[in-house]
Structure formats: structure tokens, C-alpha cells
């Protein structure tokens, strides 16, 4: 009878095919190549092209493995705690820094190291001390303004000055709103922790500590009932409600909808990294093409000096690869810190600070765009990073978010009471519980 | 066929309410109004979307602000060379994978309608308890599955767990075809010295066409969508449209021009398929 | 073994191999997780027992928010896409002109991926760019923050999955309408009953199959969604739209707590296998007592 045996037969060639194309999958790349496990951004592939100039020198085929940002973390901690070498090298953050430190190669011995900027590095360090990444490009929060609309001189010092300047532009219809910036989960750096740091005040105490064994011997207590905290909750409270010089529909907002009002030229004032700067001046993109300055953080009314914060995304080896091709990635890695006109022209055609900061005095002579982020944020000094690198951290992210979305949606009487009755939550968080 | 007796169908005027109150051409204005309404409701996205994909990057949010119109986003997405290779691979993943789930759950469908007992009980039991689980508790473990079985980032990683996610609403509904059919037929074939296979493949299969065309329509749009597995289980040897899409959302923000003249894109092939398999879905499915 | 059992294993045993390779052992594998202390950055693997499940029972959140959430959610979009596809489907069952292009355009949300129209609606609802609002003010009305509170996040939510799954529901109805046998009609229409009895007393009875089966599959699913409430909301503001997969997805991908995420998606799990069954009892008992 056709019927049964035209089934199994068909089974069997699934089978048989199967089988094949798994062969012809491990067959292949058993010559010099590289996978490099990144998101596709203009950055990481303007970093990239100075490393495929590496590679095609030295007969290196450089693979790019591109990865959607929403599965990026887990896909790769995933890889990494499984010591496979699927990738050579992988796109690093500070946030994953401390998760991967085990599973990283050393990169302590790659030339070029010694013109990386240290502060950014304390992320990346493991247990024995070795660094674990080679730093691409870094990203800063930048605070911008519309330079057609504010005078170098008017541009606001103090959250006091954002609120009157705000209004008498949004008064003359110059804008509709004065600032905006991402508030949802996830983009909290762009409102209430700019204001936060700007504040003197952190989330956890010891104020300002990022050495997790401190943190550990206070036990992790929110910082959360500080009056400086209920300051800055208050003052976006009053952006929205009272002063209206934010959008009402901000706590919803992540970076897109900011950066979409900001670019529609409806908003006088964003604090957002400062790679979408390039992006603010494109013409295809932007509507407020060359209109667009960049200044130091508006200080709070507990600082005394602006404060701004300085990470960087780099690249990382894990420890899975085998040993020739961890040598190759490192001189590889090596090459792209030593590039200087890469670097040059990866700011210049996508506004990443470069890596070397050897360059950066030279750049800064030669490039005002350069000079004015340099002025806005690396010569401001970061009051502390603008994240906690202990495994919970994620946890006391969220607890945080959530506690000043509720406050901001309440009212203004109730935000003393809901900061304090989430510091139990925060804490445990931070605990693991 | 219910037991309603035509008493309870003869009924007063009264108790009819408002359609039979309203005049045939009053009846045929509202028809067309609701017809109207739920039109315009279920294509506004849809042409808003087409309207996002065709203004320049500068316009896709303010999209009612403004009037330029571009096919530039159209022409930045298809001369990358992963776009077109995405469209083919969904395409030929949309493709098997209907095929094949039609093929395994037929089988299946057939099993629970002709037979009854604890097998067919159990095999119920266990792909319904199964289908309930979150997929976040497993896609992980499926990666992991995949990569040990060297099938990670090819064709078959992602066929073989659509298959297996489509056995237990396909099964049930296969079910309901075969109950529908007269077992005689297949009993006369038997006697007449048809095996068993034989008696499904000839005698029962044929009649269940109608209904296989049209799950396979719905199988065929539910995979060109899917997202989750196309997104653990691929990489890029083996691009995936959906996936292409989500490349277009980074850490930085979100390239929605781009994001959305791929949706249009995507939307293409849909519509025909739709358009050419409607007519078939709509005489085909009976529970 | 008999004849008979040989022939049915044989029925089954392709898609028992799919099933049990592709979704019973990364299951299991993700239930073992779920009695271990695993995160994915430092999987320990020792075992903890049930100390992940009681975390999850003990949390408020879960109790308090996230599954009220979802059987809120779950019951408002499974009823208005039954109601709206339901009436949708009768309106097509009748010929009239432009039938087919009706037909075509209701299907169309069907052939948008969940995830892109997801981001669509949420830009339509910005209350700055957003059509709706622009649409609100052109009209005279206030605009509305829609996705900053919990009620409004949640209208949007709702409004996306029934324009998702309300084709899916007519369609099916709609087979199942056309292939309703015509004798019952003629007599009904020979007795001179009315539209509404016609439906509640002969369309409805013999449509009970279909629907039970509809409800309970869309049920299940709709439980378990994920990609349209994290894209419009994340779950937010503040957690106040959390559904029970957002709340898995976060313990599991963002806190790379597998072992908790597992326990999480395990629970839900055993919570919707048994509301599936006693909502199909339920429903094949309530349509039996109606008549």
C-alpha cells in the first residue's frame, strides 16, 4: 500500500536531510576567521570597519554576527556560561561587566590598554583584578539645548533656571515644552537620575559607593527617604503638574518618544547619550538640524558643581575561544586602540567619543562639536557611575522605577509616604529577595 | 440538529425587538454602516502603518504632520542584502513548516476522532497540558536543545518546535474535520482490502482538503509572523524577517522608518496568500 | 500489541517525536530549572526544592496585580473578540456587494506581525505625536496621557489584541456557519420566526462546538501574552498592566533568574491547564442548561 510507505520514506529523507545540512554547518570555518557577536548600531560597525582593516591585512575573514538588542544579554551570558566559542569576540557593557567577569579573557596585555580612560574601566574588572574588556567607543549622557532659541549665556545652570527658561520660551510659543527625556523603565537616566546625581544623592548608601563589599557591609540600604531624593521626585513632579514644562505623558516615555519630540523641535531641552547627537543633525531625521547644542548638567540645589556620568561600550573575548584565535582577536582589538584616524572618523560620522584619550586634546583643537561634548562632560567630573555593578542590580532598577512612577502618579502630598514605603522593596532587591 | 420545535421559533412581533421593527431599506443602510464601520476599524492601523513607511525618517512619528512622502525607506530596506535573504528564508520556513505541521497533525487529528480510549486520551491529555506552558519558561532550553543537535541556525532548528507547537490546536481541529466525515466510507474500503493507511490516505484524506487548505492558511500567516523562536533559535546564517525587523530597535533608540517600510514589505506576500487561499478557508473549516 | 494500537502510535508518532524533542524535554528542562538555585551568569544548579515557588506564591505583586491582571485581561479580550468576531462572521454570511473586499479587509490585522502593530498603536497613542490625540483635539475633546495610567494603558492593550484576534475569530465562525446545514433555516424561515430567534435558538446551539473550542484556545493563549503588553507598556507604569508572562520574562531575562523565571512560568502553567478545563466544562455545561 503507497500510503505507509510513502510516509516512512518521507521521514527517512527528512531525516537524511537533516543530517546533512547539520554536516555541511560544522564543516565549514576552520580557517583564520573571527565572529564578532554585536548589535547592529552605527557605532559598533564603525568600530568594526577599523577592525576589518585589521583583518583583511593579516588574512583574517572577519565575520559580523549581528543580534537583536532584546535577546542580546541573555543570548550571550547564555554562550558564555555554556564556554562555547560560537563568538571570538562580543559587544561589552558596563552593566553586563561584573555578570561576565568569569567567563572573560584577561585583556591587561593588549596594546593600547594604557590610552584607555580608567574611571569608565572599574565595571570590567574581575576577581584577580585583570580587566576584562577593550573599550570601543563611550556614551555619556550629554544635556542639549536649542541653540537657536538659548544664548550661551542663558543656557540653565541650576534645575531653578531649566523651570524659568522653560517657561518664557513655552510663554513667547517658541516651543511647546521645555525639557523632555525617557522616564519609563529601563530609561530612568534620562529624568529622575540626571536630576538624582545632580542632587548629591545616589540610590544606595553609602552614597555615591560602587565597591560592592561596601555596599554588602551597609547592607544595602536604600538611600531612597533622603530629602535630597524627595527633591528631585518633586521637582519632575512639578515639571509635569505645576510648571508644565514637561509632557504630561512623560513617565510613559522611553527614548524614542523623547528623542521624537525633542527632533520635531516641540522641546527646548533632552539629556540623552551623547551619540544622538549625529542624529540630531541629520537632515533626513531631524528637523532641528544644526540648532543643536550641548552644556554641561543644570545643577541641583544640593550641588556644588555640575557632575556628569562617563561609561564606555567596549569589546570582550570569552574565555570559550581557543587560544590561537584569543591572540588573534587581542592584536585585532589591539589594532582598532591604535587607529587613530578610525577613531576620528568613527566620531565623526557617528559622534562616539573615541576610546584613545590621547586623541582627545587634538580632536577637541580640531573639531568644536568635540570640543563642546569635552566641555559638557568629560571635563565635569562624574559625581559615580551611573550604575551599580552587583548581579541584583537589574532587581533594584526596577523597584526604583516603580516607586517613582507611583510617585509621580499620585499626589504631590503622597510623595514623602510612597518613597518610604518602598524602601522595604528596594532593599530587597538588592538582596536577592 | 437541536430539538427546537417551531413553536418556540413562531413568536410575537413584539418580542423581536429592533431588526424586524425597521424597514428593509433602513436595515440595509445600517448593514452597510456596521460594514463600513468594522472596515475602517480594521485597516486604519494598517494604513497608517503603509502612510509611517512611506514619510521620511524625519516624519514617521508626527506622522498626521506635514506631506512629504518618500519611497526612500523602501529603498534603504531591499538593497540590504539580509532583508532579501530574510524574505526568502521566511518564506520557505512559512512554507515547510505548513507542510509539515499539516502533514504530522493530520495523522494525529485522525487518531483522536476515529478511535477512542485511554491512547488517544492520553495523547489529548499531553499535548493540551503541554501547549499551556509559557514559552518563556522553555525557549531557553530549546536553544540550548538545538545547538546540542547541531541543528541551531538552520532550517530544521526552527521547523521541528513550530511543528510541535502547532500539534495540539491543529490536532483538535483536525479532529473535528474527521468527526464530521462518515466513518463508513473508510469501513467499506477496509473490507474491501484497504489497510488501514490506506483507508486514511485514500478515503479520508481527500474529503479533509477543504479544511487542511484552510489551516494551512492560518499556519502559513501565524509562522510568516512568528517572532519568539525566529529570535532565540536563529542567527545569521539564517535570517529571518521578523527578526530583521527587530534589528532595526537598538540601545540607542529605534529606526521605525525602516522598521516599518519592512512591515509593508512583509505585508505583501500575506496579502496574497490571503487573497488567493480565502475562499478555500471559508468552505474549508467545519468543527 | 494489536493491529489497532500499532496503526494509532504510528498515527502519532511523528508529532510525538516533534513534540517531545521541541517541546516536552526544553519544558522539563525549564521545570528542572525551576527546583534550583540557577541564575544564567552563575548556574549553581544546586537544589533548592520548592524555595523558588514559595518566593513566587509569597510575592504581593503576584497575587495582588499580576494574575488579576491577566484573568482581567484574559476574560475582557477573549468575550469582545468573540462578540465582535461573532458578529462579524454573521454579517459575512450573508451575500451582498463588496463582500469579498469586506472579507479581505477584516482579515488584515492577521497578516500583521503582534509585535509591529504593537509599536504602531503605541505611537497612535502618544499623547504628543499620536493620531488618536490629534484626532481628540481636532475634535474639541481634551487629549488623554493614555499610557500613564492603568486604565487607559489597559484600553490600549485590550483594543490591540481584539483588532489582532478578532479575524481569527471570524473566520472560524464563519466555517463553521457555512457549513451549518440549511434545513433548520428553511424551517425557521417557513415559521416565520425572526432574526434574533433564528440565532439564539437554532444558529447558537449548533454553533456551540466551534465557539467552546475558540474560547478556550484563544483562553490559553491569551493568558499567556506577552509581546503586545510589554511593547506598548512594559508592563508599567509602575507594574500596574504586569501580566503573568511579563512577570516570568523579567525574573528569567532580566534578572537572569532562570530557576525563578521557570517557577514563575510553571505556575502559570498549572493555573491556566486547569481554568482551560473548567472553563470548557463550564462553557459545555451553560450552553447544554440555555436550551
Known amino acids: ?75 550571550v551570558t547564555a554562550t558564555l556560561t555554556s564556554q562555547t566559542d560560537q563568538f571570538d569576540v562580543i559587544w561589552h557593557n558596563d552593566d553586563w561587566g561584573q555578570l ?96 538624582m546625581w545632580s542632587n548629591n544623592c545616589d540610590i544606595l548608601k553609602p552614597l555615591f559607593e560602587r565597591d560592592n563589599a561596601k555596599l554588602a557591609a551597609e547592607k544595602f540600604e536604600p538611600a531612597v ?113 591604535m587607529d587613530e584616524a578610525g577613531q576620528v572618523e568613527m566620531w565623526k560620522k557617528t559622534g562616539g567619543p573615541p576610546p ?78 | 440538529m437541536s430539538a427546537v420545535t417551531s413553536v418556540e421559533l413562531k413568536a410575537d412581533a413584539r418580542s423581536e425587538g429592533f431588526f424586524s421593527a425597521l424597514a428593509p431599506g433602513a436595515r440595509a443602510a445600517l448593514f452597510a454602516l456596521a460594514a463600513t464601520a468594522v472596515c475602517l476599524l480594521f485597516t486604519f492601523p494598517v494604513f497608517w502603518l503603509v502612510l509611517t513607511s512611506l514619510r521620511p525618517a524625519s516624519g514617521v512619528f508626527y506622522v498626521h504632520r506635514g506631506t512629504e512622502f518618500t519611497i526612500d525607506n523602501f529603498h534603504e530596506v531591499l538593497s540590504q542584502e539580509i532583508v532579501l535573504k530574510a524574505l526568502f528564508n521566511s518564506f520557505v520556513i512559512s512554507t515547510a513548516a505548513t507542510v509539515l505541521s499539516l502533514g504530522v497533525t493530520a495523522t494525529s487529528g485522525y487518531m483522536l476522532s476515529r478511535f477512542k480510549g485511554p491512547i ?120 529571518i524577517l521578523t527578526v530583521v525587523m527587530a534589528q532595526f530597535v537598538h540601545e540607542l533608540g529605534m529606526e521605525w522608518n525602516l522598521m516599518s517600510a519592512t512591515a509593508v514589505i512583509a505585508l505583501v506576500p500575506a496579502l496574497i496568500v490571503t487573497l488567493f487561499g480565502q475562499r478555500y478557508v471559508i468552505r474549508g473549516l467545519r468543527i | 500489541m494489536t493491529e489497532k494500537t500499532r496503526f494509532m502510535l504510528a498515527l502519532i508518532a511523528p508529532a510525538a517525536v516533534a513534540i517531545l524533542l521541541f517541546q516536552i524535554v526544553p519544558i522539563l528542562t525549564g521545570a528542572n530549572a525551576s527546583f534550583r538555585d540557577w541564575t544564567l551568569y552563575d548556574p549553581k544548579r544546586t537544589w533548592v526544592g520548592t524555595a523558588n515557588y514559595v518566593h513566587v506564591l509569597r510575592d504581593p505583586e503576584f497575587l495582588g496585580i499580576v494574575l488579576p491582571n491577566t484573568f482581567g485581561f484574559m476574560a475582557a479580550s477573549v468575550a469582545c473578540a468573540l462578540v465582535l468576531g461573532l458578529a462579524i462572521a454573521l454579517m459575512l454570511n450573508r451575500r451582498f456587494p463588496g463582500r469579498w473586499l469586506v472579507q479581505t479587509l477584516v482579515l488584515l490585522p492577521l497578516m500583521v506581525a503582534p509585535v509591529i502593530a504593537a509599536i504602531m498603536i503605541r505611537w497612535m497613542f502618544n499623547d504628543q505625536f499620536g493620531v488618536v490625540n490629534a484626532a481628540l483635539e481636532g475634535l474639541g475633546f481634551a487629549p488623554i496621557t493614555w499610557l500613564t495610567q492603568r486604565w487607559t494603558a489597559f ?6 489584541d481584539v483588532w489582532l484576534w478578532t479575524p481569527w475569530f471570524a473566520l472560524i465562525l464563519l466555517a463553521g456557519l457555512q457549513s451549518l446545514p440549511p434545513e433548520p433555516f428553511e424551517a425557521a424561515q417557513i415559521d416565520a420566526a425572526g432574526a434574533w430567534r433564528t440565532f439564539r435558538y437554532i444558529t447558537l446551539p449548533m454553533l456551540r462546538p466551534v465557539m467552546v473550542v475558540c474560547v478556550v484556545i484563544r483562553a490559553i493563549d491569551a493568558f499567556r501574552t506577552f509581546d503586545i503588553v510589554w511593547t506598548i507598556s512594559g508592563g508599567g507604569p509602575a507594574r500596574a498592566t504586569e501580566v ?48
Open chain 1, 356 to 433: 584613545n584619550v590621547k586623541l582627545w586634546p587634538k580632536l577637541a583643537a580640531d573639531d568644536k562639536d568635540f570640543a563642546a561634548l569635552k566641555h559638557a562632560v568629560f571635563d565635569q567630573t562624574p559625581i559615580t557611575h551611573s550604575a551599580y555593578y552587583f548581579a541584583e542590580w537589574p532587581a533594584v532598577h526596577r523597584a526604583y522605577s516603580d516607586m517613582a512612577i507611583a510617585a509621580l502618579s499620585g499626589k504631590r502630598e503622597d510623595i514623602a509616604k510612597v518613597l518610604a514605603d518602598n524602601v522595604d522593596k528596594i532593599h530587597r532587591a538588592a538582596t536577592g529577595n
Open chain 3, 244 to 291: 503573568f508572562s511579563i512577570y516570568a520574562y523579567v525574573e528569567s531575562f532580566q534578572f537572569l533568574n532562570l530557576g525563578r523565571g521557570s517557577a514563575a512560568a510553571v505556575i502559570g502553567a498549572i493555573i491556566i491547564v486547569v481554568f482551560a478545563l473548567l472553563l470548557y466544562r463550564l462553557l459545555n455545561r451553560l450552553v447544554e442548561v440555555s436550551r
Open chain 1, 1 to 75: 500500500m503507497p500510503g505507509r510507505k510513502t510516509f516512512i520514506s518521507l521521514c527517512t529523507a527528512g531525516v537524511i536531510g537533516m543530517i546533512l545540512c547539520a554536516g555541511a554547518v560544522t564543516a565549514s570555518a576552520q580557517d583564520r576567521e573571527l565572529k564578532v557577536g554585536y548589535m547592529k548600531n552605527p557605532i559598533q560597525d564603525a568600530s568594526l570597519d577599523m577592525m576589518e582593516k585589521w583583518a583583511k591585512g593579516h588574512g583574517v575573514k572577519l565575520t559580523r554576527v549581528p543580534m537583536a538588542y532584546s535577546v542580546f544579554m541573555e543570548k
Open chain 3, 155 to 160: 484600553l490600549v492593550i485590550l483594543l490591540t
Open chain 1, 100 to 195: 561576565w567577569k568569569k567567563w572573560l579573557e584577561t585583556t591587561d596585555d593588549v596594546k593600547g590598554m594604557e590610552n584607555a580612560d580608567q574611571w569608565p574601566l572599574l565595571a570590567f574588572w574581575n576577581d584577580e583584578k585583570k580587566l576584562t574588556v577593550v573599550p570601543m567607543a563611550h556614551t555619556v549622557g550629554t544635556f542639549f539645548y536649542r541653540n537657536d532659541l538659548v544664548k550661551p549665556e542663558e543656557v540653565p545652570k541650576t534645575f531653578d533656571e531649566l523651570v524659568s527658561v522653560s517657561q518664557r520660551l513655552q510663554k513667547e510659543g517658541k516651543v511647546k515644552w521645555g525639557y523632555v527625556g525617557g522616564m519609563s523603565m529601563n530609561n530612568t537616566w534620562f529624568s529622575l537620575w540626571w536630576t
Open chain 1, 225 to 337: 527617604t533622603e530629602p535630597c531624593q524627595r527633591e528631585i521626585v518633586e521637582f519632575w513632579w512639578d515639571a509635569i503638574n505645576t510648571h508644565k514644562i514637561s509632557p504630561p505623558g512623560m513617565t510613559a516615555y522611553g527614548r524614542n518618544e523623547a528623542n521624537a519630540i525633542f527632533m520635531s523641535g516641540d522641546a527646548a531641552f533632552t539629556l540623552v547619550d551623547s551619540t544622538h547627537f549625529g542624529e540630531f543633525n541629520d537632515p533626513k531625521r531631524s528637523k532641528i538640524v544644526g540648532k543643536v547644542g550641548m552644556a554641561p548638567f543644570p545643577m541641583g540645589p544640593r550641588a556644588q558643581r555640575p557632575t556628569s556620568w562617563n561609561e564606555i561600550w567596549g569589546w570582550a573575548i570569552p574565555k570559550g575561544v581557543p587560544a590561537e584565535r584569543k591572540q588573534l582577536a587581542k592584536e585585532m582589538l589591539s589594532a582598532m586602540m
Open chain 2, 120 to 239: 488517544p486520551n492520553t495523547w489529548f491529555s499531553l499535548i493540551y497540558i503541554f501547549r499551556c506552558v509559557p514559552y518563556v519558561a522553555w525557549v531557553l532550553p530549546l536553544y540550548f536543545v538545538t545547538q546540542q543537535m547541531h541543528i541551531f541556525d538552520t532550517y530544521w532548528g526552527l521547523l521541528f518546535p513550530h511543528v510541535a507547537v502547532h500539534i495540539c490546536f491543529f490536532s483538535w481541529i483536525m479532529k473535528g474535520f474527521f468527526d464530521g466525515i462518515d466513518p463508513s466510507m473508510e469501513y467499506a474500503a477496509m473490507i474491501d482490502g484497504c489497510s488501514r493507511w490506506g483507508a486514511f490516505w485514500r478515503v479520508a484524506m481527500p474529503t479533509a482538503v477543504p479544511g487542511l487548505t484552510a489551516l494551512a492558511i492560518l499556519c502559513w500567516l501565524y509562522t510568516w509572523n512568528e517572532f519568539l523562536f525566529a529570535l532565540i533559535l536563529t542567527s545569521h546564517e539564517t535570517p
